[in-house]
């Protein structure tokens, strides 16, 4: 069975431009999480979703920060519009029930000149 | 006070050598508790979970301490292979926000 699958592995955008990431879940995995991982503020969490619905986006930074996610099988993680201090590493992660295990994608390298 | 802190780092150790690291976690209602291992330029990935019991997977063994609220781990006979950042994680409420650890760097020297 494929892992979480995540795309793009890189990107590299302008400021001011919008920037879409995408993760599709583990099939069956009920939970999907987005996180964020920079050297200063290490690995935060974003925002997660159960069944689809967002349950807690407290961790999302500001308003230009979007997510989605349409069915069970994909998110979206959008940036519009895209600035400098957006660059890290974001990870997409599902785990099948509460309080299990995540599993982590290979995770999209992210930079905003 | 962060939510999970654990010590950065990093430990150098020699081959053979045993490591521990700790972690303490801020909110006493935390439930579950894991150890993640992240590798350079990878994604975390689980090493094991943390049980009130205390749980051991070969050379690796987890201890729960909810009086003091730490988790620990301990690293026995360390590879060269063992290098990697350990990332600690509790959730903070009884639902299933998971907060990380900065993480500990370890180096085993050959």
């Known amino acids: 069975d494929a892992g979480v699958i995540q795309s793009p592995r890189h990107e590299v955008t302008e400021m001011g431009q919008e920037v879409t990431l995408r993760c599709k879940p583990i099939s069956g995995h009920d939970y999907l999480f987005w996180y964020r991982q920079t050297m200063m503020r290490g690995l935060e969490l974003l925002i997660y979703?159960?069944?689809?619905?967002?349950?807690?986006d407290s961790g999302m930074p500001e308003d230009r920060f979007s997510a989605k996610m349409p069915n069970a099988s994909f998110s979206t993680l959008k940036i519009q519009p895209s600035e400098p201090r957006d660059s890290a590493v974001y990870f997409c992660?599902?785990?099948?029930?509460?309080?299990?295990?995540?599993?982590f994608g290979p995770g999209t390298r992210l930079l905003v000149l | 006070r962060k939510e999970v802190e654990q010590d950065p780092g990093p430990f150098n150790v020699p081959e053979g050598a045993t490591v521990a690291f700790n972690c303490t976690y801020s909110?006493?209602?935390?439930?579950?508790f894991f150890w993640y291992r992240q590798d350079c330029r990878k994604e975390p990935k689980l090493l094991m979970s943390?049980?009130?019991s205390g749980n051991e997977d070969g050379r690796f063994t987890a201890q729960l301490n909810r009086a003091s609220q730490y988790i620990s781990l301990l690293i026995r006979d360390s590879k060269l292979s063992d290098s990697a950042t350990y990332l600690c994680v509790a959730d903070n409420t009884g639902g299933f926000k998971t907060i990380f650890g900065a993480g500990t760097r370890l180096f085993v020297k050959a």
């Open positions: 943390v049980y009130s």
């Open positions: 992660a599902s785990s099948p029930r509460v309080r299990e295990t995540q599993y």
């Open positions: 909110n006493s209602a935390s439930q579950s």
């Open positions: 979703f159960n069944n689809n619905v967002p349950i807690d």
